[in-house]
């Protein structure tokens, strides 16, 4: 299993952001994938996760994202996507995709930086 993220960077608040992983290894649209961010000197936190169908109702999101954080799933390329918009400071962490729900995951990607400063 390689969970490989991409997209991060350091952007302004307010601005926007699309990060991207590209799973290999296991059969991608047979799982739940989500992703969990972490924050310096913070514990993991889940923010949003995907059911393998793709659709909008197939998709949860953590309250401090809801509205500004979209999560979607190709499934022909095997690749995950987070919509990032109206970025705040808090929002600076090390992005992770990871296989499984917020409860319940196996493997962790190595995580992109998204940081937020003026």
């Known amino acids: 299993v390689q969970l490989v993220e991409s997209g991060g960077d350091m952007v302004q608040p307010g601005g926007s952001l699309r990060l991207s992983c590209a799973a290999s290894?296991?059969?991608?649209?047979?799982?739940?994938m989500s992703w969990v961010r972490q924050a310096p000197g913070k514990g993991p936190e889940w923010v949003s996760g995907i059911n393998t169908g793709g659709g909008s109702t197939d998709t949860d999101y953590a309250d401090s994202v809801k509205g500004r954080f979209t999560i979607s799933r190709d499934n022909a390329k095997n690749t995950l996507y987070l919509q990032i918009n109206s970025l705040k400071p808090e929002d600076t962490a090390l992005y992770y995709c990871a296989r499984g729900t917020k409860w319940v995951n196996d493997y962790w990607g190595q995580g992109t930086q998204v940081t937020v400063s003026s």
């Open positions: 290894g296991f059969t991608f649209s047979s799982y739940y």
